[in-house]
């Protein structure tokens, strides 16, 4: 079982900056390093956002690209997003999601079917 907490969310103007943080199992990181985010708005379907493997490897929804940057602290169990111009549109639940196992060719892929583990999310608010 792989167990992910998420942290960091809040409420910010348009413009501005967030950055999230995934604390992942201390066990995991010695066997995986295949996690991604995604994001739920109200009355929208779960939407990818970014994802990375063990090799730093990363990839973004096109929404993401420019603005958003994935990246994990390996010594300390921990996945980041950093956001950077937040737009209204970016309102949403913010999920960690974790693959495991994850053979070391995984290629990042931000679909849900290829994360067996999630956190409980963390509230994103973009204001205008």
């Known amino acids: 079982q792989v167990r992910l907490v998420e942290s960091g969310g809040g409420s910010v103007q348009a413009g501005g900056s967030l950055r999230l943080s995934c604390e992942a199992s201390e066990y995991y990181y010695s066997s995986g390093n295949c996690m991604g985010w995604f994001r739920q708005a109200p009355g929208k379907e779960r939407e990818g956002v970014a994802a990375?493997?063990?090799?730093?490897?990363?990839t973004y929804a096109d929404s993401a690209k420019g603005r958003f940057t994935i990246s994990q602290d390996n010594g300390k169990n921990i996945l980041f997003l950093h956001m950077n111009s937040l737009k209204p549109e970016d309102s949403a639940m913010y999920y960690c999601?974790?693959?495991?196992?994850?053979?070391?060719?995984?290629?990042?892929?931000?679909?849900?079917?290829?994360?067996?583990?999630w956190g409980q999310g963390t509230q994103v608010t973009v204001s205008s």
């Open positions: 990375i493997n063990r090799h730093g490897t990363t």
């Open positions: 999601a974790a693959r495991w196992p994850c053979a070391v060719g995984w290629a990042p892929r931000i679909r849900e079917a290829e994360f067996g583990y």
